[in-house]
């Protein structure tokens, strides 16, 4: 056992709080019996009514995992999960790629074929896509704006695939550049062929791309702007205004010119999120200023996982990150379809550590994603709609960390007008911890544990000090009591 030493808050903590916990310097609770001080509540003391409080925003849901099942079924599987989801929180929903491609009935979108094939033409031995057909996909977007939920539209811009081979002049030799209506695009609208990949007679040069160097669209080309965004038929027009999808999430941004997006947002507008899988949170800053898009937190995503994970080392969710700076542009997520791919397992936040993750991004600023494995999983759910509420309600105000060491971190939303905020308390390590002192905000208040995780009580002194506690290798969300 560590030596016991006193110091300095602990000190004034024994000022406020007579009989205050035995903990030692690391904040472990070394009294089994001990009450940690636990000044009771009044009797009359009640939890709040959250849903009487808002912090303006909802939580997204990631829609599908990698190779979703069952095939041709997932658009009806969606809709009957949809009225849930909103009596959740959830307020926007990320489906998969909606159109056809190269690979059929197997393919999870991202080898686009016919950008307007959406389940309806019988191409690439298939008409529904793997998530179904088109009228389902249309029921399913209509259900969900009945119950005022977002739908957003995955959409792949750099590369295509499932074309015919054609004589390529640019590189003198055959690509499988040609799309048309006998080829990969039954729908016959944005026909495309060698002219509009790289190289062409616009731009005489490759893209530098790393992949599908030979398939990848030149945005540089008239034609293709037209046909992306431009025209009343443009893939952004058409979703939008025939399709009703809402917003988009651009896949793989690294592969083109941030212009691309801010053009497209210029003419269509949206919610919008891109993936740029960089950690650097500087990269995303400036992509979020190239663009006016949001983008995918992959800094905090990196932070959680180092943290929590691979150096089991909470110091480092002081680092910067994309919410710091950009709050209403991060959108913070802890898991997605990639992440969670059987090849990735060292670079995933782990199961055991996940709900703390959630824990972070649905208490923190930032707009967060929930990904579909998760919340479909049973041992999560009840757990994440209690954590989806708290984020809709109390998680709100500015941010200030309290305390953090290698194994708790203490972090707190000071709310705003009438709505009290909140105090997260991550703890990493295996058994109860307790910190004195704590500076909430909240003067004279009883205190409890929102996420359900703990029982502790206490009211905080005339100074807004009290002592917080955190199950083992768990988190509490405190606020007062009324
Ligand atoms: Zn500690």
């Known amino acids: ?3 016991f030493k006193f110091y ?9 709080l007579a009989g205050a916990c035995s ?15 636990t000044v009771d509540p009044p009797v009359a003391a009640q939890p709040i009514d959250l849903e009487e409080y808002s912090n303006g925003s909802g939580v997204m849901m990631q829609a599908f995992y990698w190779d979703v099942e069952p095939r041709h079924g997932w658009w009806t599987l969606l809709d009957e999960k949809v009225a849930a989801w909103a009596d959740a929180g959830i307020d926007r929903m990320w489906l998969p790629v909606a159109t056809k491609g ?5 393919s999870m979108g991202y080898d686009v074929s016919d950008y307007f094939d959406f389940g309806e033409y019988d191409q690439h031995e298939t008409v529904p896509t793997r998530f179904g057909a088109r009228e389902e996909l249309e029921d399913l977007i209509a259900t969900a704006h009945e119950n005022n939920i977002e739908v957003i539209a995955d959409i792949v811009i750099n590369h295509n695939s499932g074309g015919e081979l054609q004589y390529n002049p640019y590189r003198d030799y055959e690509t499988y550049t040609l799309f048309n209506e006998e080829h990969g695009n039954a729908s016959g609208m944005f026909n495309r062929n060698y002219e509009n990949f790289y190289p062409n007679s616009t731009s005489p040069y490759d893209d530098g791309s790393l992949f599908y160097e030979e398939t990848n669209l ?8 037209n046909w992306l965004w431009k025209n009343e038929n443009s893939v952004a027009k058409y979703y939008r205004n025939v399709m009703g999808f809402d917003g988009w999430r651009f896949d793989y941004v690294l592969g083109y010119e941030p212009w691309v997006v801010k053009a497209w947002l210029d003419e269509v507008g949206g919610f919008s999120v891109a993936e740029l899988w960089d950690g650097n949170p500087a990269v995303l800053e400036k992509y979020v200023e190239d663009t006016g898009s949001g983008v995918f937190d992959f800094a905090t995503f990196y932070k959680l996982e180092e943290s929590l994970d691979r150096y089991e080392d909470l110091n480092g969710l002081k ?6 700076t950009y709050p209403d542009k991060a959108i913070t997520f802890t898991a997605n379809h990639d992440t969670e791919k059987d090849e990735n397992e060292d670079n995933r936040i782990s ?5 703390k993750a959630y824990a972070y991004i649905l208490t923190h600023p930032g707009y967060p994603t929930i990904f579909y494995s998760d919340y479909e999983n049973e041992a999560f759910q009840e757990e994440l709609n209690q954590l989806i509420l708290i984020h809709n309600t109390i998680a709100t105000g500015e941010t200030q960390i309290l305390f953090v060491d290698d194994d708790e971190y203490i972090m707190k939303r000071a709310g705003e007008g009438n709505n009290p905020g909140l105090i997260l308390y991550l703890n990493t390590s295996g058994g109860i911890k307790a910190r004195t002192n704590i500076a909430t905000g909240w003067n004279s208040t009883p205190v409890m544990d929102y996420s359900g995780n703990i029982t502790y009580t206490s009211t905080t002194s005339e100074n807004g000090a009290v002592e917080l506690r955190a199950p083992a290798n768990s988190y509490a969300v405190y606020s007062i009591m009324e």
Do not use: I, R
């Not at 300095?8 to 406020?16: C, Q």
């Not at 903990?23 to 001080?37: E, S």
């Not at 190269?102 to 197997?106: E, I, L, R």
């Open 1 to 3: 056992m560590k030596k």
């Open 8 to 16: 300095y808050p602990f000190l004034v903590s024994m000022l406020f």
């Open 23 to 37: 903990t030692d310097d690391d904040g472990n609770v070394t009294d089994p019996d001990d009450d940690g001080g």
């Open 102 to 106: 190269q690979s059929g009935g197997y």
């Open 218 to 225: 030149d945005h540089n080309q008239e034609y293709v702007q």
């Open 319 to 324: 680092a910067d990150m994309l919410w710091k």
């Open 351 to 355: 199961a055991e550590n996940k709900m």
